[in-house]
């Protein structure tokens, strides 16, 4: 059987990179190429490189200003060629990018099979300005086998009528990729320029928050209440080190560097690549983010997470209590953290539940589901 894996971004790339290295064990059942459409770029690649990804197909679509009409129909256009070179069985996409979206459409039109990684996931608001929830449901409306990380998204797509033999849980692959990752950086042969700089910024004498922010629903007001809330807890809190690799976007780095930018115990810097990210993650007392996939991961290193947005796709960390969500409410995220800060036992507490995302074993039952599944 033949397979394509498609994918655009870094959070898409870190999640599929689990799913290429165990089809990499299945070579006698199946011949499995990853075209990779580079809506991110650079990201993308530190990626691939860390996973030692080398891909079949490159539509190197990032263009400058890009919208979401032109990626749109370029992703289907260039998808076309591969699609009619390669006649895949099964293509798999991930998530709720552009990507996402148009590869499955342009999969469904080449009557392949079409497999959606990380299926389910709600917020119940198509109309939200951002186009992820969209991209999900039209994504799952075309899928022919859904890979379910959770039994709570499992349960969002049976309500859809998708009949129960096409749902799959399976756990979300960024276990397995962290479990991956967490490995390789932790060996004593690794060597990494940029954690070597990392280690040297760290005070091992404070605890450190470690936080990433980048959804455009929290740009503008957002920010300047986060950014407000973390100048407040520096200020509190002198055994404390705040490290913030800044995403690139203008919208998050000008009122991050205009208030944040001068003070002592708050370092920012240029954003990481996977691997230093899962280094620093693992260094961290607490993780401060509105990051999907960092909620997902912290847990499994027993890392407390306040989550920066008001609604949330993922409501199995809030009820198993690994994240609370804080929106962007400066009095809020201070007096979470505050409180992680002080109390030890609610501190303790939280480092030691459950992931609900999975045992680092969700490729592995994908490619088990696949090899048993007949065309
Ligand atoms: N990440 C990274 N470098 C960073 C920040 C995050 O490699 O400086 C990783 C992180 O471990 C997670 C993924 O990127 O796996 C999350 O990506 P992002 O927050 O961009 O997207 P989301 O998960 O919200 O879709």
Same mark, same amino acid.
């Given at each position: 059987?033949?397979?394509?894996?498609?994918?655009?971004?870094?959070?898409?790339?870190?999640?599929?990179?689990?799913?290429?290295?165990?089809?990499?064990?299945?070579?006698?059942?199946?011949?499995?190429?990853?075209?990779?459409?580079?809506?991110?770029?650079?990201?993308?690649?530190?990626?691939?490189?860390?996973?030692?990804?080398?891909?079949?197909?490159?539509?190197?679509?990032?263009?400058?200003?890009?919208?979401?009409?032109?990626?749109?129909?370029?992703?289907?256009?260039?998808?076309?060629?591969?699609?009619?070179?390669?006649?895949? +069985?099964? @293509?798999? #996409?991930? =998530?709720? !990018?552009?990507?996402?979206?148009?590869?499955?459409?342009? %999969?469904?039109? *080449?009557? $392949?099979?079409?497999?959606?990684?990380?299926?389910?996931?709600?917020?119940?608001?198509?109309?939200?300005?951002?186009?992820?929830?969209?991209?999900?449901?039209?994504?799952?409306?075309?899928?022919?086998?859904?890979?379910?990380?959770?039994?709570?998204?499992?349960?969002?797509?049976?309500?859809?009528?998708?009949?129960? +033999?096409? @749902?799959? #849980?399976? =756990?979300? !692959?960024?276990?397995?990729?962290?479990?991956?990752?967490? %490995?390789?950086? *932790?060996? $004593?042969?690794?060597?990494?320029?940029?954690?070597?700089?990392?280690?040297?910024?760290?005070?091992?004498?404070?605890?450190?928050?470690?936080?990433?922010?980048?959804?455009?629903?929290?740009?503008?007001?957002?920010?300047?209440?986060?950014?407000?809330?973390?100048?407040?807890?520096?200020?509190?809190?002198?055994?404390?080190?705040? @490290?913030?690799?800044?995403?690139?976007?203008?919208?998050?780095?000008?009122?991050?560097?205009?208030?944040?930018?001068?003070?002592?115990?708050?370092?920012?810097?240029?954003?990481?690549?996977?691997?230093?990210?899962?280094?620093?993650?693992?260094?961290?007392?607490?993780?401060?983010?509105?990051?999907?996939?960092?909620?997902?991961?912290?847990?499994?290193?027993?890392?407390?997470?306040?989550?920066?947005?008001?609604?949330?796709?993922?409501?199995?960390?809030?009820?198993?209590?690994?994240?609370?969500?804080?929106?962007?409410?400066?009095?809020?995220?201070?007096?979470?953290?505050?409180?992680?800060?002080?109390?030890?036992?609610?501190?303790?507490?939280?480092?030691?539940?459950?992931?609900?995302?999975?045992?680092?074993?969700?490729?592995?039952?994908?490619?088990?589901?696949?090899?048993?599944?007949?065309?």
């Amino acid at each position: 059987k033949k397979n394509l894996i498609v994918f655009g971004t870094r959070p898409e790339a870190i999640k599929m990179a689990p799913l290429v290295k165990q089809f990499e064990n299945y070579t006698d059942e199946f011949e499995t190429k990853v075209c990779i459409t580079a809506q991110h770029r650079e990201m993308l690649d530190q990626v691939l490189s860390f996973f030692e990804i080398k891909p079949d197909y490159d539509l190197n679509l990032m263009k400058p200003n890009q919208n979401l009409y032109g990626l749109t129909a370029d992703i289907i256009l260039n998808l076309k060629e591969v699609l009619e070179e390669f006649e895949p +069985d099964y @293509v798999y #996409v991930h =998530g709720d !990018t552009t990507t996402t979206m148009a590869t499955s459409i342009a %999969a469904f039109y *080449s009557g $392949s099979r079409v497999c959606h990684v990380e299926a389910g996931l709600r917020t119940f608001n198509k109309k939200s300005p951002f186009p992820e929830e969209m991209n999900r449901c039209v994504t799952g409306v075309v899928s022919d086998i859904h890979f379910a990380p959770t039994e709570t998204s499992k349960e969002n797509l049976l309500k859809e009528n998708k009949p129960s +033999d096409s @749902v799959v #849980v399976t =756990g979300n !692959t960024v276990i397995d990729a962290l479990k991956i990752s967490v %490995a390789k950086v *932790s060996s $004593s042969t690794y060597e990494d320029e940029e954690i070597n700089r990392l280690s040297q910024i760290l005070n091992a004498n404070k605890k450190l928050i470690l936080v990433t922010g980048h959804r455009r629903e929290n740009h503008g007001e957002g920010f300047l209440n986060i950014c407000e809330a973390l100048k407040e807890v520096s200020q509190k809190y002198s055994d404390v080190q705040i @490290v913030y690799p800044v995403h690139l976007n203008p919208k998050v780095q000008e009122p991050v560097y205009k208030i944040l930018g001068d003070l002592p115990n708050i370092e920012l810097i240029a954003p990481l690549s996977y691997p230093s990210f899962v280094w620093l993650m693992n260094q961290s007392y607490l993780i401060i983010t509105d990051s999907g996939g960092v909620q997902e991961e912290a847990p499994s290193l027993g890392k407390p997470v306040l989550v920066m947005r008001d609604t949330t796709e993922r409501p199995e960390a809030v009820d198993a209590g690994t994240v609370i969500l804080v929106g962007t409410d400066k009095n809020l995220i201070v007096s979470k953290a505050s409180k992680l800060l002080e109390d030890e036992d609610a501190y303790e507490k939280m480092t030691k539940l459950h992931n609900p995302y999975g045992d680092g074993k969700a490729s592995e039952r994908i490619v088990q589901f696949i090899n048993n599944h007949s065309l």
